[in-house]
């Protein structure tokens, strides 16, 4: 089950503050993010490990981002959005 937050934060990887609106869950520079969640949303993880970003993929006309922990080496997949840096850079392209 989704649980939305509220948070604003500054990336652990490369500093950027990251301006939050309830589904954010990486920086949109870098594409790294923490391991926070066991379910999205709910901060149970107790790893808080960085989320590497190592690859990006396409799937019905959608954009997810493949993530994988440094820490504990789980991979994870998350939507990019539009203000991701990747997808202004594609759309400049056009």
Known sequence: MFIRKTEDFKC???GYLVKGNGY???CPKCLYS???DIDPGDRLEKCHG???PIGI???NGK???IQ???KCGVERRCKM???DEVMYNQRSKK
Request: with cysteine; net charge positive.
């Open 12 to 14: 652990k990887n490369c």
């Open 24 to 26: 954010t869950n990486h």
């Open 34 to 36: 923490k391991h926070v």
């Open 50 to 52: 960085l989320m590497k």
């Open 57 to 59: 993929e396409k799937k």
């Open 63 to 65: 954009y997810k981002i």
């Open 68 to 70: 994988k922990c440094l």
């Open 81 to 83: 959005v539009d203000d």
